[in-house]
């Protein structure tokens, strides 16, 4: 199971060994068995918390301290040579500094405890797509995490052994001190060093470390995309499977909707998940874009999961999960804001609950294998990917944005997602209040300068005539009371289907300068319960509105200078001009 002394992998090991100091080096293999050692383990210390075992089999939660309860923006860099390369909207600093930096945290930041060495593939073992890496860490429950989370342990190191390559993970929870946090990537070393936290975006490597910031930097380089995208199957009743990818931010319902449960009215249709959170985009020989989920497992929201937003989500969630920063009802059950069932006794500190607060952290998270969730795709597991139909932008709008609307091409589409947009949630801990700018829901994750991410985009209509639609859709306007327009969850699938109609060639729609929307008549509405004037105002198009819109994109596209690709301007420029 250790590699050889002479291979890279353990050189590095040994490297990190060096400066870290641990008390034992544990070469992760990945079996239950090793997972059910580790679980024991970290029960005697205090890391995790058996839940009560009658309703929810092997589950667990784990408290994480108050201070590291969400990803930090602030504290996360992109370390490339030439500042310029990470682009204005990535911290930065140069590697050097950043090394001697780290070096100076990691330093003996292992004594006395067991360092875990975690070989992982991001994707299917055997799919030329999928990514190595290896992840070092002096955290028990980041190797627990990692096993439901990624393909680990023996498998991926003989993958790595036989490549040669891996990205090269370090990870401390040192003192857990806000102080002394930096989460730090070195894309031309394809590196990661992540110090002084243990939640899991800035501690579970493979996820937003590896399979964004640095596999978009790879993706860049070698002609594909990394994105934050879910990707969903949808099965007509004719049986023909069609497959979606969408990217929203954090926390903007990416994993309700795939594993989206149609509602009544639509039976006959069957929708499946292949990732609720990143894909790997590759144009196949024949130009059809292809996705791979490189995930094996969610690190989802937890509250508001219940039986009728989610309720594969909630089945899965009875077994084998790991949950962080839930709250517990008397009888030692999970408990959440929007279960529905039982009262809470204790919050996520471990405090009895008070009136009128909240019992779960509101970005609590749940960890669980792909393969408990009931919808599970068997295409998720496939080498070469699924084929992708059309590709989907939102963000969370309480205003303007419509329900859905159609980019006129390629261009139109990219220009789409640069202008994305949506209001703060609680997935990042210092992302602040009100609507920000988060193209393409990359804000947080694009690992090198946005302008050479959207010239790589753009770069996509040279090289295929068969690339999929590309879609805006927004599922959260509000009434001036702040009700909901569109009831949204299952109902979505109304919407999937307008644009499966329209990639087919049969859909109608009408034209607008902000692209082509559905009228009331081009959607399914049977069975909806739904106010038309609502729906009137979720699919109107204020052109007023609009153009402070576009306005405001003009200001946030000037601070990217000289380097922003001219073509989204002119993009720009044609659609301020028919909005008049
Ligand atoms: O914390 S994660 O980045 O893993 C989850 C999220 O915020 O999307
Ligand atoms: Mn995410």
């Known amino acids: 199971m250790i590699p050889d002394t002479a291979s890279s992998a353990r050189q590095w090991v040994e490297g990190v060994a060096r400066l870290t100091q641990p008390e034992r080096i544990h070469w992760c293999d990945g079996s239950r068995k090793e997972y059910d050692a580790l679980v024991t383990q970290l029960v005697r210390d205090g890391g995790l918390i058996p839940i009560n075992g009658g309703q929810f089999a092997d ?4 408290r994480s301290d108050p201070s590291d309860v969400a990803r930090v923006e602030r504290l996360t860099f992109v370390c490339t040579a030439n500042r310029e390369d990470a682009g204005p909207h990535n911290n930065w600093m140069p590697p050097q500094e950043a090394h001697r930096l780290l070096d100076g945290l990691f330093e003996g930041c292992m004594r006395g405890r067991a360092m875990y060495v975690i070989p ?32 680990m342990g023996g498998s991926a190191l003989e993958r790595i052994l036989r490549e040669g390559e891996f990205v090269k993970g370090m990870h401390s929870i040192g003192e857990l001190d806000p ?59 004719d049986g023909e499977k069609r497959y979606l ?11 309700n909707l795939a594993m989206l449960e149609p509602p009544r009215e639509l039976a006959g249709w069957k929708v499946r ?3 609720d959170d990143i894909a790997w985009l590759h144009l196949d020989g024949d130009g059809q874009m292809r996705a791979i989920n490189p995930e094996a497992g969610y690190f989802g929201v937890v509250p508001g999961t219940n039986r009728d937003t989610n309720n594969n989500a909630f089945e899965m969630l009875q077994r084998d999960t790991i949950f962080t920063n839930v709250g517990l009802t008397s009888n030692m059950e999970p408990w959440w804001e ?51 139909s059309a590709l989907i932008f939102g963000g969370r709008r ?26 703060s949630t609680a997935a990042s801990s210092d992302s602040g209040k009100g609507i920000r700018r988060d193209p393409m829901a990359m804000q947080p994750f694009c690992g090198y300068n946005f302008s050479d991410y959207w010239a790589h985009w753009l ?24 009700a909901y327009l569109w009831p949204g969850f299952g109902e979505n699938l109304r919407v999937l289907q307008w644009i499966l109609d329209r990639c087919e060639g049969r859909g109608d729609a009408r034209e607008t300068p902000i692209g082509h929307l559905p009228r009331r008549e081009d959607l399914n509405l049977i069975g909806l319960d739904i106010n038309p004037q609502a729906l009137d105002s979720i699919l109107a198009v204020d052109a007023g509105g609009w153009r402070e819109e576009m306005e405001s994109v003009a200001q946030y596209l000037a601070q990217y200078g000289d380097r922003l690709p001219q073509e989204l301007l002119r993009e720009h420029a044609r659609i301020t001009q028919a909005l008049g």
């Not at 589950?59 to 784990?62: A, S």
């Not at 999929?468 to 599922?475: E, F, K, S």
Request: net charge positive; glycine share 10%.
């Open 120 to 151: 992982y593939c991001m994707g299917p073992l055997a799919s030329p797509f999928s990514r190595c890496g290896i992840e070092v860490t002096d955290s028990a429950y980041v190797a627990v995490n990692m096993r439901l989370m990624t393909r």
């Open 179 to 237: 102080k002394r946090r930096y989460i730090m990537h070195f894309p031309e070393e394809l590196s990661i060093r992540s110090f002084g936290s243990g939640y899991g975006g800035n501690a579970l490597l493979g996820k937003k470390c590896h399979a964004l910031r640095i596999a978009s930097w790879q993706a860049r380089q070698e002609g594909w995309l990394a994105e934050h995208m879910l990707i969903v199957e949808i099965e007509t009743p």
């Open 338 to 388: 929007g279960r529905k069932r039982g009262a809470p006794a204790l919050n996520w500190k471990g405090e009895p609950v008070k009136r009128g607060e909240k019992a779960a952290h509101p970005n609590s998270r749940f960890t669980v294998s792909a393969r408990r969730n009931p919808s599970y795709s068997p295409m998720a597991e496939h080498e070469a990917g699924v084929p992708i």
């Open 459 to 482: 770069s996509f209509a040279g090289r295929s005539d068969k690339l999929p639609r590309i879609y805006h859709v927004n599922w959260f306007r509000q009434d001036e009371s702040g």
């Open 245 to 255: 990818a969408a990217a929203f931010p954090s926390a903007c319902g990416k994993t």
């Open 273 to 275: 998940t292949v990732g």
């Open 59 to 62: 589950c667990y939660l784990h």
């Open 398 to 423: 309480s205003q303007l944005a419509p329900l859905v609307m159609e980019a006129r091409d390629w261009r139109h589409g990219v220009l789409m997602g640069a202008a994305m947009a949506s209001e």
